[in-house]
Each structure stands twice: as structure tokens, then as C-alpha cells.
């Protein structure tokens, strides 16, 4: 910023002190008495003077900045997400600077770039692509702190995530223990890869004897209500005719949703629906919708311990640890009614 | 980070030209040749060389960052600024910090004292208050590029933001123009000392002939849908029978909607609803609401815009301006019946 910036001289002179005896004073040494630590504290607030961190970072190799990159705050969770890793690291004394991919790859490596550029101490990341992600795995090989908050299969990365595998086989388990036979599956996930809540679903239908139709299998391009809602036209206009639906996130839970009132199909007497997050809109809805719980603060918790013990180790990085926390199961009015939608 | 930084040495040593030739060409001096240029690039990324913009920063005095602050992003509606803010900066070369107040003034400060340590060029703000925000006109006085996106009323800083008081005039006007007679104002702004919606609500009833009554304005402590919910039962609870309700957020409107469909009001039928800033899940609900819509997208890029042009200031800012942008109603099914609700 363009002010002549107040510097350690100035309050140095101000209050007859050495530079030196002032820095220290500052860091709150117990080499100074605290009378004298308190009067130039005093002094240095009066200024208006803020330690040079960017100067402090060229001594001591630490920015106490961290970047995060999610794919899109939009997702209501997302949002929840970054602001709880923001305040966890505020706490800590780090910045958090800030960068979303639009659920590119290209830009997700932008932002990397950026932040590298910016000497950040660590880097927590929400990847587009949970399979495609060697430029991450790239900066834990060089040495770079980093945790994703999605699971890597060849476990190279720090990873702190919910166990989305269980919690769609959980939800899937559920439907069909009120006795849904049709379950439709609405994926927003598996056009980017990401097939880890398809599995979940395929292996609790399977399990149950229910053998995945593909025909009630719905690849949803984005994660919005809209995407929901014309999702649930299409497989209607195909002639996919479930009893019960499961949407990989809430938001698409709600559009589902809207597309039934609209045509009048009773919930859940007609059609059970469920979703995946635990988002407010979801769980306020006209009929609330069962889900899985995706836990914002726990996670954000997580990650940011892990990532501020990677930043504070001396010498090589400890191998990487995966933490996958265990999905819980919420039951709503939206999958209520057991043994109804067998006849429809 | 821990690495061994690649420097521009490296770069220089591995190519054989001088650390000046090799500046230069990073910077894409037509003073070096084109051929040359991209050798030295193609080198650069090969070792994985970043400019380190923290020690050109000391001696450009820019550090392309720029801190944000807004109150709470799980508003669907700041989340979206906070998405289109971090990309218009990022196409400019700016890297954004991020952090939220919780819609307290003390983080706030907290806040932009953490990114004035860390040398941004300048500050956007959505501040807590929007009248008690002597901390952010102060920065202004000191010749810091800041930009708020909250009015002004002394203005005294550069703001960008729609008008609030003329966008609640209008949605209570349309209220009226349907034959509502009893509208009531679930307010969230004003607890945090915002009045300008509300100011906009009483002049529209006022000039109506229908002077607002106390009995059927509710303060509600939170933006969300349950705080709707309970203000809204709240209200009857203490036998306001409004024909019509406006709410200061869509997500508060939601929660009105919810409790007048858990206790069968026919919308607008019997109660017609609206809200203000226009969020998909409003749009998309069981009966869309009507609103007046917050231009995401035009204010974030009017404001950084306006901050990236401050930031180019040599020498005094220019005197503070106001950018007010006109809002847009949005009618929709939740006051779509007109003279429905004198009856009630």
C-alpha cells in the first residue's frame, strides 16, 4: 500500500530504545522488562505499526500464509468448508489465500502456481478430478506440505476426507431396507472420475440382489438444483420409471425433488429421495431429505492440524496419511415411508 | 515451503546467459530475442522455477495480493462474490487473501490488520455494520485503495453495491399493487444497525396510506432459513396475521414459506412472500419467491475494477465515489395472485 510505512526505527526513536531492544519487545521477549515491553507496544499501536511479515518472511522462510483451492463455493458445503479452514487457520496466525478451479484442472494448477509464486507455506486442496491429480502428488514428492480433502487411491498425498464410498452404500442400504426395488442413481460425481459414491451404490444393490439398471443411471452434469431437476425429466422422457433416488449431493436432492411436486408424485409414497452433504436448504426443504452427513468441521479441524504438523517438521515429511472419516446416515421424511414403493 | 528454491541463478548457470538476460526474458522483453526468450521459458519450467513475488515485492512495493473480507459466506449470495472477486483478481494478477468476520466487527479489524501485515495493495470489504465502520474509513484516510460493498452514508469510501433501500421500496410497492394490506417486514439487517431495507418498506407503505405497524415488524437474528422459520412462528405466536410477508434475505424467506406450508397458508393465497437477492434455492422452491436480485457478478467486477484503478494512483486518490446499482424485481408464483389476501 502506498503509505510511507511506519518502520522499527521510527518507533525506536519515538521511544529512545534500540531497534533491537524494541524487537524484542514486540516478539515479547522476556529479555525486556514488561514494563518497557508494554510502553512500546503502546508506542508502536499509536504509530500504527505493523510488522513487515513479507521482510520477516525472507529471514525466516515462512510466509504464515497458506493457499487453499477449492472447485466451486457455490456447493453450499464448499462454502462451509472454506470458511471453517480460514477461521481454524486464523487462529493459527496464517492467512489464507484463496482460489477456486470452476472444476478445471488447468486452472486448479493455475492457482498452484500463484500461490507458489507467493511462497505459501502449505497448500490444502479440494481437487477436481479425485483420480487425475499428479501435479499434486507432484508438489508432496518435492516436499511441499499439502493436504488434499479428498482421498487418493495410491495414497501419495496427506488426505483428510469423509468415506464417501460407504456413506452412498449406507444411503443405498437404506432405500432398499424400506423396500425400494428400482433405486435410480443421479450422478453428478462420475462425470468428473470421481466414482468412489457409484461404488457405494453399485455394491448395496448388488449385495441386495438388485442388480444396477443402467437404464436408472443418471450422469448429472453440474451440482445445482437445475441439474437435478433436468436429470429427473430426462430419465423420466427415457422411460426410467424408479421408486427411489439417490443424488450424490443435496442440491441435486432438491431439484429431484422440485421435478416430483411438479408432476405431482407423492414423497416418499411414490418416489423416496436421498441425497449426500447435510446442507441447511436439504434439511429445511417442504419434505426434508435423508442423507449422509458430510462434516465441515471436522474436517477443516483435520486438515489444518495435518497440514500445520507437516509445515513444523524438520528434515523429510513423514509418509502420507490418510484420514477418512466415517459417514453418518440421516433419516427424513423423504425416505420415511417403508414398504410403499413397491407397487407404483 | 521447505525446498530448495530454484533461483534465477539456476536458471542462468543451466542456459549460460547472465541473470539480467534471463530476467529479462521471464519478463518478456522484446529486448531479447524471441528464439532466446523461449529457451530460457522452456529451461525456467523445466527446473520448476517460480519468480519469488515476496522479495520482488520488497523492492516494487506491489505485493498483487489482496485481502477480502466479508461477513459469513454461507449466504449463498456472498458466497458468489467471494467466487467472482477471486477470479476478476485472478485474471488481473492479483492473488486474493480471504477471511470472514462472523458478522463481528472485532474480527474485522482483526482481519485487516492480518492483511496489512502481509502488504496488500488493497482491501474489499463487506463490512459488518454499514454505519459504524470508522476502522474502514480510516484506512481510506490514509490513502489505502479499499473498496466496500456496502454504501456509504458520510462518503467517505469508494463503494459499489445495489440499492437496498430503493430495491425494499420496490418489492413493497409491488405487495401493495397485489391488494396487500397487512404486509409485515422480517428484518435481519437491521439488529446489525442496516436500516436502509427497512427505510425502503416504510416509505413504500407509508406513501400507500398504510403506516407500518410495529405488531408486524419482526427483528430476526440470522439470514438462514430457520431464523426465518422461527420469526415467522414467532409473529403469530404473538397474533401478527399478516396478508403478506417481505423478508431482507431469501434464505429468511424460505424459512417463512416452510413454516406457512407446516401450517397449511396457501402462498400467496393466503400469505404472499418475498425476499431480496435472488439465490437458486429460492428461485427453485416449491413455490418460487419473488425477489429483488443482488448483481453478483456486475458488483464484484465494478469493485474490483474500481480497486485495481485506485491501486494505480501515483500520488493523492482521487476524491471517494459511489456506484449504487438499480435493483431488479423479480415477480415470481409467491405473489403472483393479486387482491388475494384482503380477506384473511
Known amino acids: 500500500m502506498r503509505k510511507a510505512r511506519v518502520r522499527l526505527r521510527d518507533v525506536a526513536d519515538k521511544t529512545g530504545f534500540s531497534t533491537n531492544t524494541v524487537s524484542l519487545a514486540l516478539r515479547d521477549s522476556p529479555r525486556i522488562p514488561p514494563a518497557t515491553r508494554e510502553l512500546i507496544r503502546k508506542v508502536a499501536a499509536d504509530l500504527d505499526y505493523f510488522p513487515n511479515r513479507i521482510a520477516q518472511s525472507l529471514v525466516s522462510r515462512q510466509s504464515m500464509t497458506i493457499g487453499l483451492v477449492l472447485t466451486d463455493i457455490r456447493n453450499p458445503i464448499l462454502t462451509q468448508v472454506a470458511q471453517e479452514i480460514a477461521r481454524a487457520l486464523s487462529e493459527s496466525g496464517y492467512a489464507t489465500l484463496f482460489a477456486t478451479s470452476d472444476n478445471t484442472t488447468d486452472r486448479e494448477i493455475d492457482a498452484i502456481r500463484a500461490f507458489r509464486g507467493r511462497q505459501v507455506d502449505g497448500i490444502l486442496i479440494y481437487p477436481t478430478e479425485h483420480r487425475d491429480i499428479e501435479h499434486v502428488r507432484s508438489l508432496r514428492d518435492q516436499g511441499y506440505p499439502v493436504v488434499s480433502l479428498v482421498s487418493d487411491r495410491e495414497k501419495a498425498l496427506d488426505t483428510v476426507s469423509v468415506d464417501e464410498h460407504l ?83 443435496d442440491s441435486v436432492a432438491l431439484g429431484v425433488q422440485r421435478w416430483c411436486e411438479d408432476n405431482d408424485l407423492a414423497i416418499p409414497g411414490d418416489i423416496a429421495i436421498a441425497g449426500f452433504d447435510d446442507i441447511e436448504y436439504a434439511r429445511l426443504s417442504s419434505v426434508p431429505i435423508s442423507t449422509v452427513v458430510y462434516p465441515v468441521e471436522q474436517i477443516a479441524r483435520t486438515a489444518v492440524e495435518r497440514l500445520i504438523e507437516l509445515i513444523g517438521v524438520n528434515g523429510p515429511l513423514p509418509p502420507p496419511a490418510e484420514r477418512l472419516l466415517d459417514p453418518k446416515l440421516i433419516v427424513r421424511q423423504s425416505t420415511a415411508g417403508t414398504n410403499a414403493g413397491a407397487g407404483h
Not at 185 to 202: I, R
Not at 205 to 212: M, R, Y
Not at 218 to 243: N, Q
Request: hydrophobic share 40%.
Open 167 to 249: 456413506g452412498a452404500r449406507k444411503i443405498s442400504e437404506h432405500l432398499v431396507a424400506i423396500g425400494r426395488r428400482r433405486i435410480a442413481l443421479l450422478d453428478s460425481a462420475a462425470p468428473l472420475g470421481n466414482t468412489e459414491k457409484q461404488e457405494g451404490y453399485v455394491e448395496a444393490l448388488t449385495e441386495a440382489g438388485l442388480p444396477p439398471d443402467p437404464a436408472l443411471c443418471v450422469a448429472v452434469p453440474g451440482h445445482g438444483i437445475e441439474d437435478g431437476y433436468r436429470a429427473t425429466a430426462a430419465l423420466w422422457a427415457r422411460g426410467g420409471r424408479p421408486d427411489a433416488i439417490f443424488a450424490t449431493t
